[in-house]
Nanobody, 123 residues
Framework: QVQLVESGGGLVQPGGSLSLSCAASRFTLDSYSIGWFRQAPGKEREGVACISTTDGTAYNTNIVKGRFTIFRDNAKNTVYLHMNNLKPEDTAVYFC????????????????WGQGTQVTVSS
């Protein structure tokens, strides 16, 4: 069964950094665009960043504002989301998912969702 597994979440103080991982099993990540999304309690899931098969990237600039970087390591079949200068409003469950074709930050166009990893930004 195709699977994406997120990891790397945790509790971090405001201004801190975290790196999230999205590891794939039973398929090759570089054949798909991979997106990172997040969902805070009581809010809709929103797109954060995406990386395409050609390493093109797209970011939700309303959220990221230069603080996050998405990149992939094909040898490890993993996509990463490095997050700097974290803020309390970044607190959410972060998910990764895949889609065929170009990048997007629109959640409905993605599938094979992972189970998510919790990121909590608090002092």
């Amino acid at each position: 069964q195709v699977q994406l597994v997120e990891s790397g979440g945790g509790l971090v103080q405001p201004g801190g950094s975290l790196s999230l991982s999205c590891a794939a099993s039973r398929f090759t990540l570089d054949s798909y665009s991979i997106g990172w999304f997040r969902q805070a309690p009581g809010k809709e899931r929103e797109g954060v960043a995406c990386i395409s098969t050609t390493d093109g990237t797209a970011y939700n600039t309303n959220i990221v504002k230069g603080r996050f970087t998405i990149f992939r390591d094909n040898a490890k079949n993993t996509v990463y989301l490095h997050m700097n200068n974290l803020k309390p409003e970044d607190t959410a469950v972060y998910f990764c998912a895949r889609r065929l074709g170009d990048c997007s930050i629109s959640a409905p166009s993605f599938g094979s969702w992972g189970q998510g990893t919790q990121v909590t930004v608090s002092s």
